[in-house]
Nanobody
């Protein structure tokens, strides 16, 4: 079994920054591609960013491109999401996802594991 645990969420003002972390444990060697999704109240879940197993391939949603950076440290079994220039519309629960595939993907169905989520709130 794989566990994904997010941390780093919180309350920040518009224009501020946060860094989310996602630590994989358990059978973490079976987790390769990883990604971040988010869901705001009353809205559909949406893709945020994804990263391949090697880290050399990344994808971003247009809404966060240029402001968010996804990265990973495989030695630590941890993925990160650096979020800068935060906006109120970034307010959501952010979920870490892991998959057994090696390629980065924005398709939620290609992931096998989910974290419990961490709340990010951006005040105006």
């Amino acid at each position: 079994q794989v566990q994904l645990v997010e941390s780093g969420g919180g309350l920040v003002q518009t224009g501020g920054s946060l860094r989310l972390s996602c630590a994989a444990s358990g059978r973490s060697f079976s987790v390769y591609a990883m990604g971040w999704f988010r869901q705001a109240p009353g809205k559909e879940r949406e893709f945020v960013a994804a990263i391949s197993w090697t880290g050399d391939s990344t994808y971003y949603a247009d809404s966060v491109k240029g402001r968010f950076t996804i990265s990973r440290d495989n030695a630590k079994n941890t993925m990160y999401l650096q979020m800068n220039s935060l906006k109120p519309e970034d307010t959501a629960v952010y979920y870490c996802l892991g998959g057994r595939g090696r390629r980065a993907t924005r398709l939620v169905d290609e992931y096998d594991y989910w974290g419990q989520g961490t709340q990010v709130t951006v005040s105006s």
